[in-house]
């Protein structure tokens, strides 16, 4: 399985799922990775494009209504992976073939990222570099974090 075009900045995401939900998931309670959106990068800017991020959505849907992907749909459904792409409620109230997908799990993680967004949108840049400033403080005193962030600068 290669990565879907048509999916644009979510083509890993979804083929990371599909494998991991065909072959397993192995769930480790630490962070592995960091991941940095940056405002001009091409995820970002195409995900504040709501004409461009409802594309890729139904798109996303229509592959897990496919008899290619229909082994995995469940797993999309009762995980609340689908919470992940901006605008996933925006694009799945839309359409009302797609409601079967808007479970109570999904619901709650979209709702809370949309919110979390629109905070930090509207948030003046002081408090932000004070949080920032913050979370770098208990990061400092945890040696795993420490050392785990210490690779990515």
Same mark, same amino acid.
């Given at each position: 399985m290669g990565f879907l075009e048509e999916l644009r900045g979510h083509c890993d995401w979804f083929s990371l799922l599909v494998i991991g939900f065909r072959r397993g998931i192995c769930y480790i309670p630490h962070p592995l990775a960091v991941w940095r959106a940056q405002q001009a990068g091409s995820y970002s800017a195409g995900n504040r494009d709501w004409i461009e991020q409802r594309e890729v959505i139904h798109t996303l849907i229509d592959l897990l209504e496919s008899p290619t992907y229909r082994d995995v749909r469940l797993m999309f459904q009762r995980s609340g992976a689908l919470f992940f792409p901006p605008h996933i409620l925006r694009a799945l109230v839309a359409e009302r073939r797609h409601?079967?997908?808007?479970?109570?799990?999904?619901?709650?993680?979209?709702?809370?990222?949309?919110?979390?967004?629109?905070?930090? /949108? #509207?948030?003046?840049? %002081?408090?932000?570099?004070? =949080?920032?400033? !913050? /979370? #770098?403080?208990?990061? %400092?005193?945890?040696?795993? =974090?420490?050392? !785990?962030?210490?690779?990515?600068?």
């Open positions: 409601w079967n997908y808007l479970s109570p799990i999904v619901l709650r993680r979209a709702l809370c990222t949309e919110l979390r967004r629109l905070v930090i /949108r #509207s948030m003046p840049f %002081g408090v932000k570099r004070g =949080l920032c400033g !913050l /979370r #770098s403080r208990i990061v %400092g005193r945890d040696p795993q =974090l420490r050392e !785990l962030l210490a690779h990515f600068r």
